[in-house]
Nanobody, 120 residues
Framework: QVQLVESGGGLVQAGGSLRLSCAGS????????MGWFRQAPGKEREFVSA???????YYGDSVKGRFSISRYNAKNTVYLQMNSLKPEDTAVYYC??????????????WGQGTQVTVSS
């Protein structure tokens, strides 16, 4: 089992920045690809970003060039730096983990989510 706890969400004005963190525990963190999904009210869950064990990164089209994912294995933590935020980025953001990286929906482990609200 892998436990994931997100933090860093909140309210920000359009054009601002936030950094989300996800702390993992339970298994060897470095053995897993990590990622982020988001879901806005009334919308389908959307892939945001992922990072493989070796550091290869993946981004959804809507966040490319604005968001950046990184991981710090020594602290069992993955980060999502979100810049130039837009109101349409408003959603609950979920941290995920799986042996297989990439923009797929089959991540084995999910956190509880953290709310990000971007005001116009």
């Amino acid at each position: 089992q892998v436990q994931l706890v997100e933090s860093g969400g909140g309210l920000v004005q359009a054009g601002g920045s936030l950094r989300l963190s996800c702390a993992g525990s339970g298994r060897t963190f470095s053995n897993y690809a990590m990622g982020w999904f988001r879901q806005a009210p009334g919308k389908e869950r959307e892939f945001v970003s992922a990072i493989s064990r070796s550091g290869n990164t993946y981004y959804g089209d809507s966040v490319k060039g604005r968001f950046s994912i990184s991981r710090y294995n020594a602290k069992n933590t993955v980060y999502l730096q979100m810049n130039s935020l837009k109101p349409e980025d408003t959603a609950v953001y979920y941290c995920v983990a799986d042996p297989v990286p990439g923009p797929h929906q089959r991540y084995d482990y999910w956190g509880q989510g953290t709310q990000v609200t971007v005001s116009s």
